[in-house]
């Protein structure tokens, strides 16, 4: 009974700081995937001087996908960050790091 508990918080703690990189990742996604579904439209074409729209929606595409590039990999270290109490667990446990890399590639 007590490892089911335990194994319970585990889980509700995991969930509460994986939820925020997790709902970020998905909005950075959908904003870029709106905007290049929008430059990629054939419909674009149709506009008078569309030229000039989609150069401006590409520079846009562009300047979004940096920052979400960055926004990215700043939540992903929120994350690590938040999770190194339960790193330095695994490694009094016997973990090595090479095996820690694994398992948090399939955990993360």
């Known amino acids: 009974m ?3 508990k335990l194994a319970g918080r585990n ?3 995991s969930m509460s700081n994986f939820l ?8 950075m996604f959908l904003m870029n995937l709106m ?6 439209s054939p419909s674009l074409k149709k ?3 569309w030229g000039n729209f ?3 929606l590409s520079l846009g595409l562009i300047v979004l ?16 960050k938040r999770r190194t109490k339960e790193f330095g667990l695994y490694n009094i446990l016997g973990l090595k790091n090479g095996r820690l890399s694994v398992f948090l590639y399939w955990n993360c």
């Open 2 to 4: 007590f490892y089911v």
């Open 20 to 27: 925020p990189f997790a709902l970020s990742s998905v909005v």
């Open 11 to 13: 889980i509700r703690q």
């Open 65 to 80: 996908t940096i920052f979400a590039t960055i926004f990215m990999i700043y939540s992903y270290r929120f994350l690590l």
């Open 47 to 49: 506009l008078q001087g």
């Open 54 to 56: 989609a150069m401006l």
């Open 35 to 40: 905007l290049a579904t929008i430059l990629l």
